[in-house]
């Protein structure tokens, strides 16, 4: 389980062990892997005590390799969210995403190839940056920042938003006799998004249901706390954007409705 993931659960990470598996071991790759899954560990105030390296020639052509990890981390039983605790005219909050994350890449890599652009070219929405390296921005941790909202009460659900996007995620954190409303307004599309829709002819919805868009974790919050834990939050380096509410479902209706789609590129 990631960190953000944890979370989301109200638990605190304490270690995080890899998995790093190649046809031949490539010191300096793996010096240059293991120090970012450090420096995420450091983000998220987790240990990383360990994990295993695999040389499996034959199974990988040169340069690949697979890498795999998972966090442990712990809570006071009566502070685990395991159950749905948001209601009706609870607001949603959005965090800022810094960049696509680690989800839809299979669908970055054919808008990619369709563009005709090498992952060393500069990338036409990042300035002074290559396309891959602009493509894989390391995901944001968020761990602490929601941490202290956590403490601070009024926090009734969180959501990583991860594959699924904004259309699946969000109903993670609420019951399903409740649904959310979401301006996409609320916030701008973020440069990376609007080439990836307009370059690879992705409709707005379909580019909701698979990438960020720009918001990278959800939180639903008491009405009367929603202030207080925007300025904790933002305090704790997070931009902060007041997204949408939580009303009663209507059958039959959809869990998230996207409001303002249709001033997304597509």
């Given at each position: 389980?990631?960190?953000?993931?944890?979370?989301?659960?109200?638990?605190?990470?304490l270690f995080?062990?890899?998995?790093?598996a190649?046809?031949?071991?490539?010191?300096?790759a793996?010096r240059?892997?293991v120090?970012?899954?450090?420096e995420?560990c450091?983000q998220?105030?987790?240990?990383?005590?360990?994990?295993?390296?695999a040389e499996?020639?034959?199974m990988?052509t040169?340069?690949?390799?697979?890498?795999?990890?998972?966090?442990?981390?712990?809570?006071?039983r009566?502070n685990?969210?395991?159950?749905?605790?948001?209601?009706?005219?609870d607001?949603?909050?959005?965090?800022?995403?810094?960049?696509?994350?680690?989800?839809g890449?299979?669908?970055?890599?054919?808008?990619?190839?369709?563009?005709?652009?090498g992952?060393?070219?500069?990338a036409?929405?990042?300035?002074?940056?290559?396309l891959?390296?602009?493509?894989l921005?390391?995901?944001?941790?968020y761990?602490k920042?929601?941490?202290?909202?956590?403490a601070?009460?009024g926090?009734?659900?969180l959501a990583?938003?991860?594959?699924?996007?904004l259309?699946?995620?969000?109903?993670?954190?609420?019951?399903?006799?409740l649904?959310?409303?979401?301006?996409?307004?609320?916030?701008?599309?973020?440069?990376?998004f609007?080439?990836?829709?307009?370059?690879?002819?992705?409709?707005a919805e379909?580019?909701?249901?698979?990438?960020?868009?720009?918001?990278?974790?959800?939180?639903?919050?008491?009405?009367d706390?929603?202030?207080a834990?925007?300025?904790?939050?933002t305090?704790?380096?997070?931009?902060?954007?007041?997204?949408?509410?939580?009303t009663?479902r209507?059958e039959?209706?959809p869990?998230?409705?996207?409001?303002?789609?249709?001033?997304?590129?597509?």
């Open positions: 389980m990631c960190v953000n993931d944890l979370v989301v659960q109200g638990a605190e990470p995080f062990l890899d998995y790093y190649t046809g031949k071991l490539d010191v300096e793996a240059t892997v120090a970012g899954i450090a995420g450091r998220s105030g987790a240990a990383l005590i360990g994990g295993e390296t499996m020639p034959g990988y040169d340069g690949d390799f697979d890498l795999a990890g998972f966090s442990v981390g712990a809570a006071e009566e685990l969210i395991l159950e749905p605790r948001a209601e009706a005219g607001v949603i909050l959005g965090l800022a995403a810094s960049g696509v994350h680690s989800n890449f299979s669908l970055v890599r054919r808008i990619v190839d369709r563009s005709g652009l992952w060393d070219d500069d036409p929405f990042a300035k002074g940056q290559s891959g390296d602009a493509l921005t390391p995901t944001r941790i761990v920042s929601c941490l202290a909202a956590l601070s009460g926090v009734t659900g990583h938003i991860t594959g699924g996007g259309l699946d995620n969000p109903p993670r954190s609420f019951a399903k006799h649904a959310a409303e979401i301006d996409v307004e609320s916030w701008t599309l973020p440069p990376v609007k080439w990836l829709a307009e370059t690879g002819g992705v409709p379909e580019l909701a249901r698979t990438f960020n868009c720009g918001i990278g974790m959800t939180l639903t919050v008491s009405a706390r929603a202030d834990v925007t300025e904790i939050l305090e704790a380096g997070e931009t902060v954007f007041r997204i949408g509410i939580l009663d209507a039959g209706a869990s998230v409705t996207l409001q303002g789609l249709g001033t997304w590129p597509a």
